[in-house]
């Protein structure tokens, strides 16, 4: 019994990756077995195989058509010889399977959940952060709320190709991946344009408390997105287990604010303009989540590294020239953008500089600045973080888990906003809802990941480099 990936590779070398010390004869097959623990993004000029990330697998000798150099033949003398066979089939080793040590699997499993668990807290810690700084930065810039969301884009541009040009130049980013399709990191860019654009928009009509109810179409939107492109099928407990997580989220964030009203008040069209600001967002995601998928076959089993999915997909361009599309993009959208924030296009360099002042907190203009530069910094850098980890936990799970991550990070930073933090005077209180609906989330949380036993085994077929 094998469960889990099963990948076919073409011929390796005596000194590729695969060793095979033990061979075993039966009706004229030879089998060779091993178990490899192979590194993620390995590529080694020598190696016969490269797998994406680090696990147990299995690799044996199976018959087919066809000869290759050192596979099976006769030699002068007439008698059999045996070199390495010509094609491996590579499968994880699973529990119960009578070649393996059951033990060990088990902990290889335990392993990988720990990491995406780990990966998801990190995740939700730092939305957590983004949450709560973005509201203090926005203490000293409460006046250019505008400026400091084109600070944090071009930051983003910025600091994330200065780190992709250093893990480039360290190898860690090869030039294969740079060769990578651009049409896909530019589709990538133009859903976040087009999820932002449409959001302020909506977000400049809508309540605050109609938002949250609304931001959940996001988790819906991606496990239809998923079904439809990624072909992924969900069981009964993990959509009842989503369902519960958003339900809990709404309890929790809006009880007793009166968001339903606020939906009616204001109206059909910009309720439905945000949910489909929240579908682009998810295509984005999912989007991201086919490169990752399709990176493993283009690069012949290894990774792409995140910062190219990121710097790629927030500028639309590689190469030196980093700013020709994005600037174009933003050029395009800077007069509807600005006017969302109530800001004449024509006074809009006006308030650009004065908005550098407030951040740089120098000059004439820098009453009611406090707490610049220091928070409007603390937000981007955090921000930064939470964009990194989020595309992590996409990266070695789903777009599906990195979402229920977010959305758990809203109720939490309710709660933060409770304490006597810095610069925002009078706490908040809790909603009324708060507890009752963290259960309803917890619940689901814990649905969701529930896994019956003797669930049926998947199987991906992957052709490794020859």
Not at 110 to 134: C, P, W
Request: charge should be positive; aromatic fraction near 10%.
């Amino acid at each position: 019994m094998s469960c889990g990936r099963r990948l076919t590779a073409g011929c390796t070398t005596q000194n590729g990756v695969a060793q095979l010390p033990q061979v075993q004869r039966t009706d004229g097959i030879e089998y060779r077995i091993s178990w490899l623990t192979l590194n993620r993004n390995v590529k080694s000029p020598q190696a016969g195989i490269v797998l994406r990330s680090p696990r147990l697998y299995i690799v044996e000798a199976v018959r087919h058509g066809g000869a290759c150099e050192g596979s099976e033949g006769r030699g002068e003398d007439g008698k059999e010889k045996f070199g390495p066979p010509c094609r491996y089939s590579v499968g994880d080793r699973a529990v119960g399977d009578q070649r393996g040590d059951p033990e060990e699997v088990t902990n290889v499993k335990i392993d990988r959940k720990v990491e995406v668990v780990v990966a998801a807290a990190v995740t939700v810690v730092f939305g957590v952060g983004n949450r709560v700084l973005y509201k203090l930065a926005l203490v000293p810039l409460k006046r250019y709320p505008f400026f400091l969301a084109q600070l944090a884009t071009f930051g983003y541009i910025i600091v994330f190709f200065s780190i992709l040009r250093l893990r480039h130049q360290a190898g860690i980013v090869t030039d294969e991946m740079l060769s990578m399709p651009k049409t896909p990191f530019l589709a990538v860019g133009l859903l976040e344009a087009l999820g932002a654009a449409t959001g302020m928009a909506a977000g400049a009509v809508l309540s605050g408390a109609s938002i949250p109810i609304l931001s959940q179409s996001f988790l819906v939107w991606q496990i239809i997105l998923s079904i439809v492109f990624l072909h992924r099928r969900y069981k009964i407990n993990q959509l009842l287990g989503c369902f519960l997580v958003a339900i809990g989220v709404v309890v929790t964030v809006v009880s007793g604010s009166g968001a339903g009203h606020s939906l009616t008040e204001a109206g059909i069209f910009w309720s439905l303009l945000m949910i489909v600001s929240f579908m682009f967002q998810a295509a984005d995601t999912v989007l991201k989540e086919t490169i990752f998928l399709n990176a493993g076959r283009r690069l012949k089993g290894g990774s792409v590294d995140l910062f190219v999915v990121n710097s790629y997909g927030s500028a639309f361009q590689v190469g030196g020239d980093l700013h020709t599309l994005m600037a174009l993009f933003v050029c395009l959208l800077l007069p509807f953008m600005s006017k969302l924030w109530g800001i004449p296009f024509s006074q809009l360099p006006t308030y650009l500089k004065d908005g550098a002042a407030c951040f740089l907190n120098i000059g004439t203009l820098t009453s009611g600045c406090d707490g610049a530069p220091m928070l409007p910094l603390l937000f981007v850098i955090v921000n930064m973080a939470f964009n990194i980890s989020l595309l992590h936990l996409l990266k070695i799970s789903s777009a599906v888990v990195s979402s229920l991550a977010s959305t758990i990070s809203v109720p939490i930073s309710v709660f933060a906003f409770t304490l006597p933090l810095p610069y925002l005077g009078v706490a908040s209180s809790l909603p009324s809802g708060f507890i009752t609906g963290a259960i309803i989330l917890v619940l689901g949380l814990l649905i969701y990941t529930w896994t019956p036993n003797g669930g049926p085994p998947t199987n991906v077929s992957l052709a490794s480099p020859s």
